[in-house]
């Protein structure tokens, strides 16, 4: 059994060589809960002079911290909790990341194997406790002199690489005896050491590892495909992906239905509206090949059309995984967006051949009608220009809202923006691969601390209950935020089930009979509470120059469902071109 002043030693060394690895590895930034059992990660990560350190008291919004970071600076960030329950708090975050591949790195410190399944204190079975949701799971031994260093090395090297292929969180358990508090002794791990001198006067891997890397090459059947009747879908992908997909459906002639994960806005928007008009599903009858960048779609009349559709199929996205939730035969690229739509639409430029795109413009033209039409018909719906509805704030908010990164939470809002709302080339960020509403104000926190941009955030009143906690780490945010709160007494979102009233409060919309101006005083928030729209616009623009601000704009239970079903009523037997 090694000495106190050896273990002590031993355990901040091989902190230090993890922290240190994994700053090689791109890492910049590292959130941290507080701990006893992980103090060696958070002394070795807070000493680092390359690390930007981010704190917060709650564990499940930490990991939510850390996945906007990830999700906004595309790069891998770190997190350290302590052992036992801290752990398992992560699991929200981490199962999100599993899906939407933000690069997360859960370094939680453990009980040594000595104090597991004895009745230790603080002591759970974390061992594969994140199961799938992990691309890759380290089990370290506690540190011991007899167990060298380059092992270490050579096992956390393992991990990043399978990270940096496939996406996802890796998740590292470290094992730390007592004790953990005291004076490191160099002279006990200067032989420990001396095999890798030469690594630590390096700044680079220990085992360096190029990516897989292939070129975008254009089939020989592209040409035959681009003369289609086509469609080009955008999903969840980011605004510049977005912006490529639609150069190359504007070489191609087609149509592009964005999705509002990506801040763009085309001709053909509101297209979980006219989907439901007959006369359009009509149209889309003849669609010969679908472009599809990313996937994730919020509109679930989209999805239900795509689940229809039996034609040419191609989905490019970067992700490891199939992403096509209707099994369709399809062509799959795995290819970077923007370097994908660069190469096929500068094969179009360079082309030899004439496209023909008569027979699309007359069927692209009456949906680009369409969509107007139906926009329409739901700002009709909103009544008076200064009624504050659900509707009315989705119909402006997009329009209104002056330049700032968006982030849009998994309440209503979401699908009303996705229905009506105009966002006009904004960067936008969701967490819509579990589509959840834990984590939400820490993971929009994150994205403003990466982005260092004013941000706007819409969320629903259940969602800001439910991550209440932490409006705290709003207190450090270094550009304006403003946090809008659609507080319509619960879960508005159930208002179109078909289920009884009753039940439906009881079970579904759980009404709670709460509002935010106190939580805005507890946290240091400004508060505003608009009761017009133009209020609305004016305070959320004022917010966006200056401060963090709380916005809680109050609407009547069941009214955003009452205005839905008599529009989607209304444009079901509309002629909108």
């Known amino acids: 059994m090694m000495q106190p002043e050896q273990q002590v030693t031993l355990n901040q060394v091989w ?4 922290i240190e690895e994994l ?44 996945l906007g970071i990830a999700k906004a600076s595309k790069e891998a960030v770190a997190v350290i909790v302590t052992s036992g ?81 496939q996406g996802g969180a890796i998740h590292i358990n470290c094992p730390f005896p007592e004790p953990f508090y005291g ?86 928007a509101h297209y979980d509206l006219w989907l439901q008009n007959t006369a359009c599903i009509e149209l889309l009858a003849d669609v010969e090949c679908v472009l599809q960048f990313g996937a994730r779609l919020v509109s679930k009349r989209l999805s239900a059309w795509l689940d229809k559709y ?36 500068e094969s179009l430029t360079e082309r030899d051949c004439f496209f023909d795109h008569a027979p699309s413009l007359l069927w692209s033209e009456s949906l680009k009608v369409a969509s107007l039409n139906a926009l329409a018909l739901a700002r009709s719906m909103a009544c008076h220009s200064e009624t504050l509805s659900e509707l009315s704030f989705a119909l402006t908010i997009g329009q209104k809202a002056e330049s700032c990164d968006w982030f849009i ?71 304006p935020v403003v946090i809008v709160v659609i507080n319509n007494d619960g879960g508005g979102i159930f208002d179109l089930l078909p289920v009884d009233e009753k039940k439906k409060d009881d079970f579904y919309r759980m009404p709670h009979q709460l509002e935010f101006s106190h939580a805005a005083a507890m946290f240091g928030l400004a508060y505003h ?15 966006l120059q200056q401060g963090i601000h709380l916005v809680e704009i109050n609407t009547p239970a069941g009214q955003a469902g009452e205005e839905l079903t008599r529009l989607f009523q209304t444009i079901q037997h509309a002629t909108l071109f």
């Open 15 to 18: 902190a230090e060589l993890i």
């Open 23 to 66: 700053v090689r590895y791109g890492v910049k930034h590292v959130c941290i809960a507080p701990g006893s059992r992980s103090t060696p990660l958070t002394l070795a990560a807070s000493e680092h002079q390359h690390l930007s350190i981010h704190t917060h008291f709650d564990e499940r919004g930490l990991g939510f911290l850390a």
């Open 85 to 165: 329950t801290a752990v398992a708090n992560l699991l929200p975050s981490v199962a999100e990341s599993g899906l939407t591949k933000e690069k997360l790195i859960l370094l939680t410190a453990d009980r040594p194997v000595e104090l597991i399944n004895c009745g230790a204190n603080q002591a759970i079975n974390q061992q594969g406790i994140f199961s799938s949701h992990v691309c890759h799971s380290l089990q370290l031994p506690s540190p011991s002199i007899n167990i060298p260093a380059q092992w270490l090395l050579s096992r956390l090297d393992q991990a990043c690489f399978a990270q940096q292929e």
């Open 183 to 268: 004076k490191k002794d160099n002279d006990l791990v200067r032989d420990y050491l001396a095999p890798i001198q030469e690594w630590k006067e390096a700044f680079s891997a220990y085992i360096q590892q190029p990516r897989y890397s292939s070129v975008v090459t254009v089939s020989p059947q592209w040409m035959k495909t681009a003369q289609k009747k086509g469609i080009v879908i955008i999903g969840n992908v980011t605004l510049e992906e977005a912006q490529a997909a639609a150069k190359l459906a504007q070489e191609l002639g087609w149509p592009v239905l964005a999705d509002p994960q990506s801040g763009y806005y085309s001709s053909w």
């Open 310 to 345: 039996q034609q040419d199929y191609y989905l490019i996205d970067p992700h490891f995984e199939l992403l096509d939730a209707s099994c369709h035969s399809h062509v799959r690229y795995r290819a970077d967006i923007t370097a994908w739509c660069q190469t096929h639409a």
């Open 409 to 479: 939470g998994n309440s209503l809002i979401v699908r009303l923006l996705d229905m009506v709302g105009e966002l006009n080339q904004q960067h936008t960020y969701t967490n819509r691969g579990a589509s959840g509403i834990d984590g939400l104000i820490a993971t929009a926190v994150g994205v403003q601390r990466a982005n260092q941009n004013p941000l706007l955030a819409l969320v629903g009143d259940t969602s800001l209950l439910y991550d209440l906690n932490s409006l705290a780490l709003l207190k450090q945010a270094t550009q």
């Open 529 to 543: 509470k608009p009761e017009t729209l133009s209020c609305a616009m004016s305070m959320i623009n004022e917010g």
